[in-house]
């Protein structure tokens, strides 16, 4: 009669069988955001390589004028000159080219700053005031579409030619985004909050603050978002009169001169610098509403 095996038999054989499968590799789990991530870099620094690698051949080649067509080499040779002090002359026209860069980043903060508090402003009005978007909303929407040199002139007119016509230039292009934005978020904001927060006694500023305002923050800094990169777009509008110092200015000026090479290198600062700003922005967006795009 067979008999069972011994606790001593049962537990070599349990030894002996192959160990069940463990959980996934955390160490390969965190590897894969880190290969994505080197991946992704990868590949924007070939489409770089590319793209100057191209831009050098069409130079080599002389497919256009070098006047048109400005080599690598001589915006290099730009970016020295405009850098420091060359032959007794300082940067372009008495500035260096981070001096003219700095002077319209403050006048873009400062014009732009001004649109967004404004935007936020209406926005919040027309969003919970029906009355208030039916006669706001017209006025916007007839701002947003108009270029900015359709009303510089204007804005010259009645502020001269200093800094306020640009400052209101770079501010009223910046306002109409936010504005449309915050004024669709406010209002699309859920009713279910809403009305629980008006059932246990909110007040009406109380119920804006506290639960439309944060529900409506995502869609509000993409306004934002996009409201620098229209004040950034517009800033060689503004400075076309009397913008040296600035980095439009300075476009302005070098292609009045057909120097392409110094207004490629403007172009340049201006991409670079929007790119590090509007990185910075969605910076702040992953800060402030973590839980944008999460169910």
Same mark, same amino acid.
């Given at each position: 009669m067979p008999t069972s095996p011994s606790l001593r038999e049962r537990s070599a054989e349990a030894a002996a069988a192959p160990a069940p499968p463990g959980p996934p590799n955390a160490d390969s789990g965190r590897r894969r955001p880190e290969r994505a991530a080197l991946r992704r870099i990868g590949l924007r620094v070939l489409a770089l390589a @590319?793209?100057?690698g191209g831009w050098q051949l069409v130079t080599v080649l002389q497919l256009w004028s070098p006047v048109l067509v400005?080599?690598?080499?001589?915006?290099w040779r730009a970016l020295l000159e405009t850098s420091g002090t060359h032959d007794g002359v300082r940067g372009y026209q008495g500035h260096t080219l981070i001096e003219h860069l700095g002077i319209s980043l403050r006048r873009i903060f400062i014009g732009a700053g001004a649109g967004v508090v404004a935007g936020l402003v209406l926005g919040v009005l027309m969003g919970t005031l029906p009355w208030v978007r039916v006669v706001l909303e017209p006025a916007v929407a007839f701002l947003r579409?108009?270029?900015p040199l359709a009303y510089f002139s204007l804005l010259i007119i009645w502020f001269g030619i200093d800094e306020a016509p640009k400052l209101w230039l770079l501010a009223i292009a910046a306002m109409p985004p936010v504005a @449309?934005?915050?004024a669709s978020a406010v209002a699309s904001a859920p009713t279910t909050l809403v009305e629980a927060a008006r059932a246990i006694g909110a007040r009406r500023g109380q119920v804006v603050t506290s639960v439309v305002l944060p529900s409506a923050l995502p869609e509000i800094l993409v306004g934002?978002?996009?409201a620098f990169g229209i004040a950034y777009s517009s800033v060689v509008a503004a400075e076309t009169v009397n913008g040296l110092p600035g980095i439009g200015g300075l476009i302005r000026d070098?292609?009045?001169?057909?120097q392409s090479d110094t207004v490629v290198l403007g172009?340049?600062?201006i991409g670079i610098s929007g790119l590090l700003i509007d990185a910075a922005l969605r910076l702040l967006a992953d800060r402030l509403a973590p839980w944008r795009g999460h169910a």
């Open positions: @590319v793209l100057l400005p080599s690598p080499a001589a915006v579409t108009l270029p @449309v934005a915050t934002v978002r996009l070098a292609q009045r001169y057909n172009l340049f600062a």
